[in-house]
Nanobody, 124 residues
Framework: VQLQASGGGLVQPGGSLRLSCKVS????????MAWYRQAPGKQRELVAS???????TYADYVRGRFTIDCDYALNTAYLQMNSLKPEDTAVYYC???????????????????WGQGTQVTVSS
């Protein structure tokens, strides 16, 4: 199982971006997905998370501006980012708690996976 994040780029303050995180490989079930970010010199922080069948949760500093969702048929998670601010500049990482499938008789496990990160820069 691999996670591939994409959609980052340079955007002006007040602009929008939509990040995607494609889950590839043999997946039995996506249990939850999340987006984290890490700015230079800072620790990685949780931005938003979504459990399968649950409701999304957001960090206070993005609530009302960012939206996380997941298309389980396509095994893809998204992060819609609106009203972007310079302080949103960071490398954004997707995270998945995923049960892989190894064939008949697979024992259900919950593994953690990380995408490679995509740079988001908010600047005029």
């Amino acid at each position: 199982v691999q996670l591939q994040a994409s959609g980052g780029g340079l955007v002006q303050p007040g602009g929008s971006l939509r990040l995607s995180c494609k889950v590839s490989g043999s997946v039995f079930r996506i249990n939850s997905m999340a987006w984290y970010r890490q700015a230079p010199g800072k620790q990685r922080e949780l931005v938003a998370s979504l459990s399968n069948g649950g409701t999304p949760t957001y960090a206070d500093y993005v609530r009302g501006r960012f939206t996380i969702d997941c298309d389980y048929a396509l095994n893809t998670a998204y992060l819609q980012m609106n009203s972007l601010k310079p302080e949103d500049t960071a490398v954004y990482y997707c995270y998945g708690n995923i049960s892989p499938y190894y064939g008949p008789g697979t024992k259900l496990r919950r593994n953690e996976y990380w995408g490679q990160g995509t740079q988001v820069t908010v600047s005029s």
